[in-house]
T-cell receptor
């Protein structure tokens, strides 16, 4: 069984640029959630995707957007990067038909200069 | 929205001793309370969870208790081992599952040999 994989693992951007992060969900999972984890903090919910539609959103501005593809993989896009966007971005997959346990990837570490 | 507070932020125990981490939540509609363990450079991993219709749950050396009236829940680890050293996060959700989790700020547990 393949776990959740994320790419890239690390990246550096400058303020105002755009970034795309990618996530492959665990085999058999149809739901993907994205979380932002600032250094020394707990993860914060960005949004969740189910059947290629956004299915819940946290307190993040519209410049954070996402996609889910027919194979359940997902992308997180962030436009107009700000210094405060520097964080670990975690993708988690789950099955809507099960208990809903989240399986996290190892994250993409974004640094905005 | 939901607010989850977690204490202590750091905890050091001797190997073999017990460790207790406490969380409080604000939303009385919350009904699902998972605990995650995050090791350095990895994503969070679910270690135990509890739903609001249960007051206590145990899995080997790990137990979780829930007091709905007081809106707090606790993680208990007995017979701690060096490999228990990690950051532990509590979380809460009103969806009955791991949808749109609100995380606490984390506890760095160090088990001293």
């Amino acid at each position: 069984e393949t776990g959740v994989t994320q790419s890239p693992t690390h990246l550096i951007k400058t303020r105002g640029q755009q970034v795309t992060l990618r996530c492959s969900s665990q085999s058999g999972h149809n739901t993907v959630s994205w979380y932002q984890q600032a250094l020394g903090q707990g993860p914060q919910f960005i949004f969740q995707y189910y059947r290629e539609e956004e299915n819940g959103r946290g307190n993040f501005p519209p410049r954070f957007s996402g996609l889910q593809f027919p194979n359940y993989s997902s992308e997180l896009n962030v436009n107009a990067l700000e210094l405060d966007d520097s964080a670990l971005y975690l993708c988690a997959s789950s099955s809507a038909e099960s208990t809903g346990e989240l399986f996290f990837g190892e994250g993409s570490r974004l640094t905005v200069l | 929205g939901e607010n989850v507070e977690q204490h202590p932020s750091t905890l050091s125990v001797q190997e073999g001793d017990s460790a207790v981490i406490k969380c409080t939540y604000s939303d009385s509609a919350s009904n699902y309370f998972p605990w995650y363990k995050q090791e350095l450079g990895k994503g969070p991993q679910l270690i135990i969870d509890i739903r609001s219709n249960v007051g206590e749950k145990k899995d080997q050396r790990i137990a979780v208790t829930l007091n709905k009236t007081a809106k707090h829940f606790s993680l208990h680890i007995t017979e701690t081992q060096p490999e228990d050293s990690a950051v532990y996060f509590c979380a809460a959700s009103a969806s009955g599952s791991a949808r749109q989790l609100t995380f606490g700020s984390g506890t760095q547990l160090t088990v001293l040999p």
